[in-house]
């Protein structure tokens, strides 16, 4: 899935999740007593229901809409953090650029999972620390990746000029250095989404992410997978959303790293 492909894939799953659940007849969380795991196309659920009588499609829906609000405003968390980070590291250089590559190093060697679930347990399990958390986490690669790009922008002659001219080093960066990362830092950003799409879904099937009334698509994944046997389609629908948005999103961001790249 390249190109084009992936981008209206992103597209539809997008649309469909902020869009769709006002066009059902029934809410996420309205039950359906008298339809408890059932077929598609009774008594209005299009894709049947799950084991408390809630309609299917309607929970996918928000489930992809809270996992991508998740995802965004993670990455997004990231983004800030890694680029702040790399800029200052890589414009410095020296000791200072050495300390804070260290702190990256070691931050790589911890198992970030298990430092969002500590704080899911000390802090609670609200969605916005559940973004916070990911994000906090998720920044390093990015702030590599800025780090060597300003070591390599920082002989330029535009970057000398500026410095020549007088300019101090936050409008320098701020102003001539960032505007010409912008294309790979939204690559990265791209390629971050699917990493925390995949970590909030494991959360959420752990049960340490998004809680009821809520839902998420890791959370549906897990239920479906509990009631695989009596309703398969509440394991294949929101599996088959999240492979779709996880490939699409992974597709697109390696096309544009490589477009940037060459």
Known sequence: M??????????????????????????????????????????????????????????????????????????????????????????????????????????????????????????????????????????????RVVRGQILSLKTRPFVLAAEAAGARPATIVLRHMLPNLAGIIIAYLLLTIPQVVMVESFLSFLGLGVQEPLTSLGILVKDGADDMDLAPLALLVPGALLVALLLAATSLGDRLRDRLQR
Not at 4 to 11: D, G, L
Not at 43 to 64: K, S
Not at 104 to 131: H, K, Q, T
């Open 2 to 143: 390249r190109g084009y492909p992936a981008i209206i894939v992103i597209t539809v799953i997008v649309l469909a999740a902020a869009l769709g659940p006002m066009a059902l007849a029934w809410r996420y969380d309205a039950i359906d007593w008298q339809a408890i795991h059932a077929a598609p196309m009774v008594r209005g659920h299009l894709v049947g229901t799950d084991a408390v009588g809630r309609d299917l499609l309607a929970r996918t829906l928000v489930g992809a809409r809270v996992t991508l609000a998740v995802a965004v405003a993670a990455a997004a968390v990231a983004m800030v953090i890694g680029v702040a980070w790399g800029a200052i590291a890589g414009w410095c250089g020296g000791r200072i650029d050495e300390a804070m590559m260290r702190i990256v190093d070691a931050l790589y060697a911890l198992p970030f999972m298990f430092v969002v679930i500590l704080l899911m347990v000390l802090f609670g399990r609200s969605v916005l620390l559940v973004f916070l958390g990911i994000g906090a986490v998720e920044w390093l690669t990015m702030a």
